[in-house]
């Protein structure tokens, strides 16, 4: 066997086994953040409201972090009269009406402009529900790596496979060529 042969026969080895150890590594990476996702969620106790998808259970998936964060903002939507935090004034003036005239804004006891308190309503809703869809997108990446995790350890697989077989055929023809036996394939 030419020595170039040989290189690239143990190349094909190496590469399968190499995409073999990746493939398991990016499964198990994966189904540990799907299971640290879904055990950080159980652990907050967030239980469906009556008018989301899953009305009394446990916010405990991606999928249902993310539908409750969509209940969250349709509810948040309700109570500021359908206004963004964008939208809104950023203080309130002498009748409690929204404005962002800091001189036309109600003053407090130090002299302040007071506040619309509804913004924060958005603050906090922008907060729990910017975590919830990360929950969902950590759990959606955690299955993309368990699927090029699969994909990577098929491959390597096939490396193998096609590494092995090679270096096989190639040992039985030059054995039938001298008339012998073929020996066993060993690197």
Known sequence: ?????????????????????????????????????????????????????????????????????????????????????????????????????????????NGQPVENGLRNVWVTETALSTALNMSYMAEQLALFGIVVGVALLLSGIGFLVLALGGALRHREAAAAASGTAARPLTT
């Open 1 to 109: 066997m030419t020595s170039k042969r040989k290189i690239l026969e143990i190349g094909g080895i190496a590469a399968g086994v190499i995409l073999i150890a990746f493939g398991i590594a990016a499964i198990v990476m994966g189904y540990n953040g799907r299971t640290e996702v879904r055990d950080s969620l159980a652990r907050e106790n967030i239980v469906g409201t009556p008018d989301s998808t899953i009305p009394g259970q446990k916010v405990d998936t991606g999928s249902e972090a993310k539908a409750f964060a969509d209940v969250m903002r349709a509810h948040t939507l309700e109570i500021t009269g359908g206004q963004t935090y964008a939208e809104m004034g950023r203080f309130l003036d002498e009748d409690g009406n929204p404005t962002s005239d800091e001189a036309a804004a109600a003053k407090d006891e």
